[in-house]
């Protein structure tokens, strides 16, 4: 029943910056908690950042101080801007969440699709 949707992914030269959003719709009670991954051919899905209400968001070292991680309570949303992109970062970046509904207290993860970030030399 929830879904989330990225989007915001494109081309961009290096030292550029593109604004990254997943939205998530549906039968939500809450997100605990929302992260965004990145994952390039040949690589595992690695953790870029996590924003939790309530704490100081986590940023992977690789990213720290070009990114910013960033939500939208009220639009069941999160943010991922990014700046001074280098073409390492090339990737398609992926958006979870905790999402608590009224048919399971718990909660549990769900996946967006992910979108394509593409960084020039």
């Known amino acids: 029943q929830v879904r989330l949707v990225e989007s915001g992914g494109g081309l961009v030269q290096a030292g550029g910056s593109l604004r990254l959003s997943c939205a998530a719709s549906?039968?939500?009670?809450?997100?605990?908690?929302m992260n965004w991954y990145r994952q390039t051919p040949g690589k595992q899905r690695e953790l870029v950042a996590t924003?939790?209400?309530?704490?100081?968001?986590y940023y992977a070292d690789f990213v720290k101080g070009r990114f910013t991680i960033s939500r939208d309570n009220a639009k069941n949303t999160v943010y991922l801007q990014m700046n001074s992109l280098k073409p390492e970062d090339t990737a398609v970046y992926f958006c979870?969440?905790?999402?608590?509904?009224?048919?399971?207290?718990?909660?549990?993860?769900?996946w967006g699709q992910g979108t394509l970030v593409t960084v020039s030399s």
């Open positions: 979870a969440a905790w999402v608590v509904t009224t048919a399971n207290a718990d909660g549990r993860s769900y």
């Open positions: 549906g039968s939500i009670f809450s997100i605990n908690t």
């Open positions: 924003i939790t209400s309530g704490l100081s968001p």
